[in-house]
């Protein structure tokens, strides 16, 4: 049985463009001022990664991995980002966040103090098909787990 919860936003919706996904959770390109800030949303609504079962939580990183694999491959950031909070939203998402050094925030997190305007940088153009390209690829590679695209 699938759990929701009708006022959580990721219940009631994808949370983003949605590049890839499965049975159990979905890659959606967020509508964020930082280019390239991805989701992994787990479908059912649970509030903490420790309520998965194991190959729920192994499948769920594998996910996050490749998202940071193929957003290192597509946009070459100077550093990437992982976070898991919740605190808002407790419906478990992680964030993967490509950064790069004269953005808007660097080095602080995204959601720390702005430290200068940001360059100005935008996206390549049909870059959520590259990703979704990209993320098909790792998952079809011998030995990981699969992901389907997005219907
Ligand atoms: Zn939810």
Same mark, same amino acid.
Not at 13 to 40: H, I, K, M, T
């Given at each position: 049985m699938r759990h929701s919860d009708s006022h959580c936003?990721?219940? *009631?919706?994808?949370?983003?463009?949605?590049?890839?996904?499965?049975?159990?959770?979905?890659?959606?390109?967020?509508?964020?001022?930082?280019?390239?800030?991805?989701?992994?949303i787990w479908n059912d609504h649970v509030a903490?990664?420790?309520?998965?079962?194991?190959?729920?939580? *192994?499948?769920?990183?594998?996910?996050?991995? *490749?998202?940071?694999?193929?957003l290192r491959a597509l946009l070459s950031p100077d550093k990437m980002n992982l976070a898991c909070f919740g605190n808002l939203t407790p419906h478990l998402h992680w964030h993967v966040i490509p950064r790069f050094a004269d953005d808007s925030h660097f080095p602080n997190s995204v959601w720390g103090a702005c430290q200068r305007p940001g360059a100005a940088r935008t996206l390549p153009s049909h870059f959520a098909e590259s990703l979704a390209t990209h993320l098909m690829k790792i998952f079809s590679a011998p030995s990981t787990l699969t992901m389907g695209s997005p219907s």
């Open positions: 936003p990721f219940c *009631a919706g994808d949370g983003g463009q949605v590049v890839s996904r499965d049975a159990r959770c979905r890659v959606v390109l967020a509508d964020e001022p930082f280019p390239g800030f991805c989701r992994v903490e990664f420790t309520d998965l079962a194991p190959a729920d939580r *192994a499948h769920c990183m594998s996910v996050v991995a *490749a998202v940071e694999t193929a």
